[in-house]
C-alpha cells in the first residue's frame, strides 16, 4: 500500500470482544503502515483520544455502550476533522444515510471475505491522505474557494518559493493582522517567528520527499499547539490546520491526575483490557506501558503473585462490569519485591446507567500490615504477661492476704498494719499493670457525659474516709459536657483526684473547672518539684509512698486512647493538670 511513508495509527472500535482482535491483526497484516489500537465502546475512545494521537478511527455498529453513530457524533463534537470509518455487517439504507448526515468519511460494508481487510486499509490510507483533496474534488465544478471559507480549519497554500497564494478567513483569524499581509509574499518573510520551530522543520522536510504529514506541534511564540496536515504536491504546500490547545490542556490536567499520585492507578474496558496504566504502577513492575496495555488485567506481571491474586483479580473485573464497587486486600509481584496493597476497582457508567470503563486503583499498605503485625504481636506478648500476672502474682497474693487474716486472729501487733498496707499497694499495682496490658488501648462508644456528675462520683468513690478534703467548682462546670466513654472517663478522674489525695494531703482541695480547650483540675498541695516535672507520666514513677507510679499514666492512655492531650499545667500552689479536648469535645449546654 503506498502513500504514507509515516505509520498511520488507527483506532478500531468494535463490541464484540472475540472479534476485535482479530480484525485489528487482519488489518495490520493488509498494510505495513498500519498500527491498530482497540477499544469496545464510546467512552474508552473518547478517553483514548485525549491522550493519544489517532489518524483515523474505524468503529462496527454496535459497541458495548452504544452505535458507531453514537460514536461519530460524539467524535465530530471534539474532533471535527479526524477521519471516521464506519465498518459494518449490520448496514442498511437507514444507518448509511444517517451516517452521512453525521459526517462519516467513508462507510465500508462487511463481506465476510479476506479482501476487505485490503479494502478498508487502502480507504483508511485514503481518508488520512485525500480527505482534504476530495472536498476540492466535490466543489471544483461551482465553487472551489467557497468551500475553504466554510470549512472548521485554517488553510494556507504556499507555491513552490513559499509564497502565500491563499489563505481563508479561519487562517487570517489564527495569524492576526499578519494574515492580511501574507497574500503574494514568503511566508518565512513575513511570517518570521516561524524560522526556528519545528513547523519550519516539517514544512521543508515534507516538499523535499514530497510525501504528506500530519503534526502537532507547540508554537511557542504564540503558547499555542496546533494539529496539521501538510500535503506537497509539484507546484508548493497546502496546509490544513487546527488549534488543539485546549485539547492539549485536557491532555496535561488528566496526566497531572493521573501521575501525579504514589497510587497505582489504570484504565480498563468493561471486559478487563488494560486502557491506560500510569507511571507509579509501571515503576514498580518494571514495566513499559506497551507491556501491558491491551492485555487483560489479571494476565499482566503485577497479578502473577498467585493463582489466588489472578481469579480474586478477575471476579474484581467482573463483579464491577455489573456496576458493583469492590475492594480489598491484595498481594501483587513487583519488579523487585513483593507488596500488599489495597486494591479497589470503580465502575464509570454513562448517563444511562451503562458501566463503560473500570477504573482500577492499588495503594501500597506493605509497612502498614507489617506494622499491625508487630503491634499485633506486642498485643500477644502483653496478654501474655497479663496472664502471667493475674496467675502467678495473685495467687501468692491471695494467700499473703488470708494468712495475714489468721495471723490477725491469734495476736495483736503493729506490724500487721504494714503488712496490710503493703499487700494492699501491691494489690493496687497489679490492677494497675493488668489494666494498662489489657484494656489500656481502647475505648467503647461516646455519649455526652455532664462533666459536674462525673466528678462528683469519682470524689465520693476516692475521697472516702477523707473528710476533710475539700472539692471546688468554677462557675462553668455545672452545664458544660464532654463526649466520652463514661467508663474511662470516670477512670481518669478517679486517678486525677486520687493523685491529688495521695500527694497533697488528707485536707487538700481540689478545684475542678472548664477552660476554652478543655478542663483542668488543679489541688493546693505541694506541687511537683521542677526537677521531676518530666517525669511524672512515667510508668512506675511516684513521690508518694503509698502511691502505685502508674495513676498519671492510665490518665496519659485513656486521655491518648480519645484523642485528647493531657499536660502539666502551672498551678497557683500545688499541681495542676489540664485535659485538651478537641473544639467539639467540650461545649456548653443549657439546663
Known sequence: MGGLSDTVDVLYVDGAADATETIASALEEAADGLAVETASSVAATIARLSTATVDCVVSEYELVDGTGIELLNAVREEYPALPFVLFTEDGNEAIASEAISAGVTEYVRKDGGASQYVTLANRIEETVTASTARRFKRVTSHDPLGILERIDDAFLALDDDWRVVYVNERAKAVFGTAGEELLGNSLWETFDEAT?????????EAKATNEPRTIEEYFEPWDRWYREHIYPSENGLT???HDITEQKRRERRYRAVFENTYQFTGLLEPDGTLVEANETALEFGGLERDDVVGKKMWETAWFQHSADTRERARDAVERAANGEFVRHKLPVRGADREAIIDFSMRPLTDERGTVTLLIPEGRDITELMEREQALQRQRDRLDEFAGVVSHDLRNPLNVATGRLELAREECDSEHLDGIETALDRIDRITEDVLWLAREGRDIGSRDAVRLRDAVDAAWELVADGTDRAELRYDDDLASA??????????QLLENLLRNAIDHGGEDV????????RGFYLEDDGPGIPESRREDVFAG??????GGTGFGLRIVERIADAHGWDVRLGDGSDGARFDILCDVDGVRSVRN
Do not use: K, M, N
Open 239 to 241: 496546509v490544513l490546520f
Open 509 to 516: 482541695t481540689v478545684t475542678v473547672g472548664t477552660t476554652d
Open 196 to 204: 526556528d520551530t519545528p513547523f519550519y522543520d516539517h514544512y521543508r
Open 481 to 490: 459536657t464532654v463526649e466520652a466513654d463514661g467508663d474511662r472517663f470516670q
Open 540 to 545: 512506675g514513677y511516684s513521690t508518694s509512698d
